[in-house]
């Protein structure tokens, strides 16, 4: 169990976990490039995950700025946010670091990105999710579980 005044004991940030991935993708593409369909469709597909990706990381940040409690994953929450965005999905942050990276991936041609997709959803579940998960349960109990069975990790 995670000692709940000192956070679920997250070290890497999630958006390092994410740029990281970005990075070995992009350095693959330059190695081994895989051809991607044409810039338009690219473009069109990009701006279908970029957008909805800034409204949610802005709505999801916004939602824990109003409620006071920190973002960080390796600090103690003050409070369990459970309005806005967090009500379709227990983990909007990272859902909207998903579209970003797939619209980038989109957007820059790196076909690479969609292969390592499911290894950075791999780590953030078992490495991120689950301690924050595992905090969380600790940290505020029957609140947290019956929120927990409501609203889905992901969609």
């Known amino acids: 169990m995670t000692d709940s005044a000192k956070g679920p004991g997250i070290k890497i940030p999630p ?29 069109v597909l990009a701006m279908i995950s970029l957008l909805p990706s800034a409204i949610l990381g802005i709505w999801s940040l916004f939602e824990f700025w109003h ?11 003050s409070f369990l946010v459970v309005i806005g965005p967090y009500r379709i999905t227990r983990n909007p942050m990272y859902l909207s670091l998903t579209l970003l990276y797939i619209g980038l991936g ?39 579980r019956v929120y927990e069975n409501q609203v889905r990790r992901w969609l």
């Not at 409620?67 to 929450?77: A, I, M």
């Open 15 to 43: 958006p390092l976990i994410y740029f990281t991935g970005f990075l070995f993708a992009y350095a693959m593409n330059r190695f081994y490039p895989i051809p991607m369909f044409g810039r338009t469709l690219s473009g």
């Open 67 to 77: 409620e006071n409690t920190t973002l960080r994953p390796d600090k103690p929450s």
């Open 106 to 144: 989109f957007l820059l041609s790196l076909p690479w990105a969609f292969i390592f997709i499911p290894v950075i959803i791999f780590i953030m579940n078992s490495y991120v999710i689950r301690r924050e998960e595992l905090y969380l349960e600790t940290r505020f109990g029957e609140q947290y």
